[in-house]
T-cell receptor, first 115, second 114 residues
């Protein structure tokens, strides 16, 4: 089946620094990728939707200047958390979707801890 | 705007008991419906999906779900649960007409006692 990877799986950074998380579709081309945030014992909160070659669409309440998303190719999307703060600590999950199939394939997630 | 509601946040069952998890969505148009599962320490996996056709869909591991359009529901069922079904289950909805995003319900944590 389709596989989505994320790197790193776990990262610790200091407050004020930036962190980049990569999401790759390993065996298929994903025209659309999604970034979610999952708080402990809570559901996935959609942060943004990105289509290859165009700007990401952010959900209401998500700061686009803080969470920079780049979908540079059909197999790679990156999420950069800029000037990270402790409240940005969370589990970030990406998913990718084959077009026109609407099923999403999820990555294993990246746990970000900001100290 | 789309929204997804899952009725039970926590469910505890004994092995061999039957399971039904409720899911309702709010969207008047064509929808694609999904159930995902997240086993402890693992990432989300697709259990089953409904795009069109037979409203009773069968998924992996003996799970099935029924789409009832008039009730805006897509409940997940399994006749006899196993300890290995302990996981978190998420209902998700995607607007079918060129929809670009999938909205998830809050999730239901299922614990099956051996």
């Amino acid at each position: 089946g389709a596989v989505v990877s994320q790197h790193p799986s776990w990262v610790i950074c200091k407050s004020g620094t930036s962190v980049k998380i990569e999401c790759r579709s390993l065996d298929f081309q994903a025209t659309t990728m999604f970034w979610y945030r999952q708080f402990p014992k809570q559901s996935l909160m959609l942060m943004a939707t990105s289509n290859e070659g165009s700007k990401a669409t952010y959900e209401q309440g998500v700061e686009k200047d803080k969470f920079l998303i780049n979908h540079a190719s059909l197999t790679l999307s990156t999420l950069t958390v800029t000037s990270a703060h402790p409240e940005d600590s969370s589990f970030y999950i990406c998913s990718a979707r084959l077009h026109p199939d609407y099923e999403q394939y999820f990555g294993p997630g990246t746990r970000l801890t900001v100290t | 705007a789309q929204s997804v509601s899952q009725h039970n946040h926590h469910v505890i069952l004994s092995e061999a008991a039957s399971l039904e998890l409720g899911c309702n969505y709010s969207y008047g148009g064509t929808v694609n419906l999904f159930w995902y599962v997240q086993y402890p320490g693992q990432h989300l996996q697709l259990l089953l999906k409904y795009f069109s056709g037979d409203p009773l869909v069968k998924g992996i591991k003996g799970f099935e779900a029924e789409f009832i359009k008039s009730k805006f529901s897509f409940n997940l069922r399994k006749p006899s649960v196993q300890w290995s079904d302990t996981a978190e289950y998420f209902c998700a909805v995607n607007a079918g007409t060129g929809g670009f995003k999938t909205i998830f319900g809050a999730g239901t944590r299922l614990f099956v006692k051996a």
